[in-house]
């Protein structure tokens, strides 16, 4: 993953909003990031933008009068890692599982 920072400006609307930055990053992490964290429930708002096409930064709004923002943007890195951990070992398990089953029809 690319360079983490915040926008200057943010600093007096309070730990609970927050605009990050994060470096070559683009609609991948976003759009993901974006759909696990907005259906928290102490989350007011949650969204992305590419500032334009040739820069290589996705600015990343969070906004809660719960909780502070950078620590939702942990939560949801880590909920995102896990979704993604998940992914991986039911797609190696049901290829391995398809893999045995042609095996024995094959044979």
Same mark, same amino acid.
């Given at each position: 993953?690319?360079?983490?920072?915040?926008?200057?400006?943010?600093?007096?609307?309070?730990?609970?909003? @927050?605009? !990050?930055? !994060?470096? =070559?990053?683009?609609?991948?992490?976003? =759009?993901?990031?974006?759909?696990?964290?907005?259906?928290?429930? /102490?989350? /007011? $708002?949650?969204?992305?933008?590419?500032?334009?096409?040739?820069?290589?930064?996705?600015? $990343?709004?969070?906004?809660?009068?719960?909780? @502070?923002?950078? /620590?939702?943007?942990?939560?949801?890195?880590? /909920?995102?890692?896990?979704?993604?951990?998940?992914?991986? =070992?039911? $797609?190696?398990?049901?290829?391995?599982?398809?893999?045995?089953? =042609?095996?024995?029809?094959?044979?």
């Amino acid at each position: 993953m690319g360079a983490l920072a915040e926008v200057a400006g943010d600093e007096n609307s309070g730990e609970g909003s @927050r605009t !990050f930055v !994060f470096q =070559n990053e683009g609609h991948t992490l976003g =759009n993901a990031l974006k759909t696990i964290i907005s259906r928290y429930p /102490d989350v /007011d $708002f949650c969204g992305y933008t590419i500032p334009h096409p040739t820069e290589s930064k996705m600015h $990343f709004r969070i906004q809660s009068d719960q909780n @502070r923002a950078i /620590d939702i943007l942990k939560r949801g890195l880590d /909920d995102l890692e896990a979704l993604c951990d998940h992914t991986i =070992n039911t $797609f190696e398990s049901e290829v391995k599982s398809h893999v045995e089953t =042609n095996k024995k029809s094959v044979v």
